[in-house]
């Protein structure tokens, strides 16, 4: 996938985003790129980084995020979702933490556990992003 791609694809998923984020977090590594990418396409100035790691055969957030986020609006960003599984840690994290959490990412493979709010499509085959 090329950057102009990439943009293209940036652009269709952000129209389909119909939640208004006060904050936007990705999910470190894959998701730090595009939630860059689209705090600057809706206009989110606020933006914070989680990060997840497997451990055995669970998923662990290993950062923690000192911002209140009581009632606030977070859009949870990832690049895709293989097994979906980091993605629903890291809701549960924030919705822990008294956030309104809607979750994003490009693409979805058919194994994966669970479905965002918001992505392109499902996907066979791991896409290769430009920034890897």
Do not use: H
Request: aromatic content about 10%.
């Amino acid at each position: 996938m090329t950057w102009q791609e990439f943009e293209e694809e940036l652009n269709t998923l952000s129209q389909k985003i119909d939640f208004t984020p006060d904050i936007i977090v990705g999910i470190v590594r894959g998701g730090l790129v595009p939630a860059r990418l689209l705090s600057k396409s809706l206009k989110v100035k606020d933006m914070y980084c989680l990060t997840v790691k497997k451990v055995g055969e669970e998923r662990k957030v290993m950062s923690e995020i000192k911002e209140d986020f009581n009632n606030k609006n977070i859009l949870l960003v990832e690049d895709m979702l293989e097994t979906g599984r980091s993605l629903k840690v890291a809701e549960d994290y924030l919705l822990n933490k008294g956030a309104n959490v809607k979750t994003v990412c490009f693409y979805v493979m058919s194994i994966s556990e669970i479905k965002p709010d918001f992505y392109l499509k499902e996907v066979e085959v791991l896409p290769v992003f430009p920034w890897e």
